[in-house]
């Protein structure tokens, strides 16, 4: 066969017959090389030519042959590209010429070559064909298969499941004895428990809910200016000892992870990789993600802290986010924990945009970035994974031609297309003068602009309808964050992760019930004032009503947050039976009785409790008096 490139050549034959006159054409040439290049068919009309050249991009490994049949053909089958090696077909977007065959590969006008050279970028628009796979999108957008939950705490505990929590509690309570061995001031005197610790999370969730997450932690449990509910679930050094305790790892094994596996994040890792597990297995995002960093507020000691100005907190932990460009759902994510040893992180952007959308490959999604992660060989590698991708382009890239680059000499607002051989499009587009922006689609095959006085190609406003799911999600969990200012990144990092599977829910819980508060601005604020108070539900309601010297306090608490109601109280104060000292009568009397006041559950004897329809004890009837008389004025 002969050594030079073949060009694009219109065939008007199938393939068998097309590889077969290729064979007949370098017989001849070997035998004489002055033959005419020309292969006369006495079955066909037609006179086919092939072209001979040596400036066809070498960007591919292969040498590519079109082949058009003729109107006139008995055969009507599509455009079809043949690899001249190995003989495979590609009926995808690889078209190089259009199906007139009036373009010529040699024309200067029509061909931009990259400045690395390799990429020939044709200025025209291939002709419309079929939508490719890639574009088609497999699967529906909403909750998988199997998610099922019928409360707002249940759509929680798909994020922050059984598994994540018997972790954490397991490495809570291993570094609170470690603390209370050695500080004998901590007051550890019991494990943490699962519905304590979700009473903990519900307290953060509802101190952000009301913007108090700066507000000194005291203040939240002052009966002055703090909330019945704190009061009513736990006591305020209980509260800061669980927050001084929490651990996400074990500690005595953390060094010799780190030396295994170079990640400095390893104290978070399992909890992360837990988290993520359940993202990608509960929800189906929609036909467009972006793929975007966040940056975690922390200004503490990290080693991998990151200074980012452009970011609202300029200083904090870095996290590389997967979000639905339409709904902000967060389906995959990966902490950034700095290089690992001394080995310089090449090709960061690919890497990262490859290993998020691991969950979604094939799935014909379409991938937003910005120019920190859009590249020619990124788009090629989500081509082969059926994804395509949208995103702004760095001037400093080498697959940018020149006449792509801002220029004085371009008018303004004017678009330059370039079509590539394996389907990307590249348009730069001049808003100002001396200005130039350019973007790589592999979703776009058309040279489309809008008719409004922006003039802006479709791939433009594309662009900017997708680009801002990851923004948008960090906006929304700052919004209402739980994150309270702490000296240990773990825990700012542990925060972030509740905000993230609280808005989750939010997004798996509307989802299910389109029409839960429909209509109302402030949906997420009610969702979140809702989670936590299933939250501490359980633990709220079991302490007021534990035998305790501040029970009566406890129960006033519940009764003004909403945990418990009077009748509540009554049915569960009655439950204890037996005998106790009447707290009126002096103690030297030692009075036993069975009555207790109905309100506050206190021990009163007969000659001291107030009996009409209930018990109640003088106290609580001076109470009810006082309320009364307040209500009548």
Not at 49 to 71: G, K, W
């Amino acid at each position: 066969m002969s050594k030079n490139a073949l060009s694009v050549v219109r065939y008007r034959y199938s393939a068998k017959q097309v590889l077969a006159e290729i064979m007949k054409q370098d017989l001849k040439t070997s035998d004489n090389d002055d033959a005419d290049n020309s292969i006369s068919n006495e079955s066909s009309e037609a006179e086919d030519m092939i072209e001979v050249e040596d400036d066809v991009s070498d960007e591919l490994d292969y040498t590519r042959v079109t082949v058009v049949n003729d109107c006139n053909s008995d055969d009507s089958s599509a455009t079809i590209d043949y690899d001249v090696e190995t003989g495979n077909v590609d009926n995808e977007d690889a078209v190089l010429a259009d199906a007139t065959g009036e373009d010529d590969v040699d024309d200067d006008d029509d061909v931009m070559w990259s400045r690395c050279g390799t990429i020939a970028w044709r200025r025209r628009c291939p002709p419309n064909s079929r939508q490719p796979r890639r574009n088609i999108l497999t699967e529906d957008t909403g909750l998988r298969d199997g998610v099922q939950f019928e409360s707002i705490f249940e759509a929680f505990g798909l994020f922050v499941d059984e598994m994540m929590m018997n972790h954490i509690l397991m490495c809570t309570n291993q570094h609170a004895d470690e603390i209370k061995a050695k500080s004998p001031n901590f007051r550890w005197n019991k494990s943490l428990s699962a519905d304590e610790f979700y009473a903990f999370i519900g307290l953060n969730l509802l101190a952000g809910v009301q913007k108090s997450r700066n507000q000194r932690l005291a203040e939240l449990w002052d009966e002055q200016w703090g909330y019945p509910i704190f009061r009513a679930t736990m006591s305020f050094h209980r509260f800061a000892d669980i927050l001084r305790a929490l651990r996400l790892d074990d500690k005595s094994t953390r060094n010799q992870r780190i030396l295994d596996t170079g990640n400095q994040g390893a104290a978070v890792q399992e909890v992360l990789d837990m988290f993520l597990v359940k993202c990608r297995s509960s929800y189906k995002c929609g036909p467009s993600v972006t793929i975007d960093e966040q940056l975690i507020n922390f200004y503490g000691n990290c080693r991998f802290r990151m200074f980012i100005p452009s970011k609202p907190g300029k200083y904090g932990l870095k996290m590389w986010v997967m979000a639905d460009s339409s709904t902000y759902y967060c389906a995959d994510a990966q902490l950034y924990a700095g290089k690992i040893g001394n080995q310089a992180d090449v090709g960061q952007g690919t890497r990262v945009v490859l290993q998020l959308t691991e969950s979604i490959s094939g799935s014909g999604r379409n991938v937003t970035t910005d120019n920190f992660f859009t590249s020619y060989k990124l788009a090629k590698e989500l081509l082969k994974r059926d994804l395509t991708l949208v995103g702004t382009v760095r001037g400093n890239r080498k697959e940018i031609p020149t006449d792509m680059l801002p220029d004085t000499k371009r008018d303004l607002l004017s678009s330059t297309f370039g079509f590539s051989a394996d389907g990307a499009t590249l348009v730069s587009y001049v808003p100002k003068r001396r200005k130039a922006v350019v973007l790589l689609s592999t979703q776009h095959r058309d040279d489309a602009i809008t008719p409004d006085e922006t003039k802006k190609p479709e791939i433009i406003n594309y662009y900017n309808a997708t680009k801002c799911g990851v923004d948008v999600l960090d906006k929304l969990v700052r919004t209402y964050s739980c994150k309270r200012a702490i000296a240990r990144w773990t825990i700012s990092f542990f925060f972030n992760l509740i905000d993230i599977a609280a808005y989750n829910a939010l997004v798996a819980w509307i989802t299910l019930n389109p029409d839960w508060q429909h209509g109302k601005s402030d949906v997420r604020r009610l969702f979140l004032r809702e989670l936590g108070m299933q939250l501490v539900h359980k633990h709220a309601s079991a302490r007021s009503v534990q035998p305790h010297g501040k029970r009566k306090r406890v129960q006033e608490c519940a009764r003004q947050s909403g945990v418990i109601t009077a009748g509540a109280s009554h049915d569960i104060s009655s439950v204890r039976r037996g005998k106790r000292r009447c707290n009126i009568c002096p103690r030297h009397i030692e009075r036993k009785t069975r009555l207790q006041c109905d309100r506050c559950g206190t021990a009163v004897c007969k000659q001291h409790s107030h009996i009409s329809t209930s018990t109640t004890c003088p106290s609580c009837v001076v109470f009810g008096e006082s309320a009364a008389s307040a209500s009548v004025v």
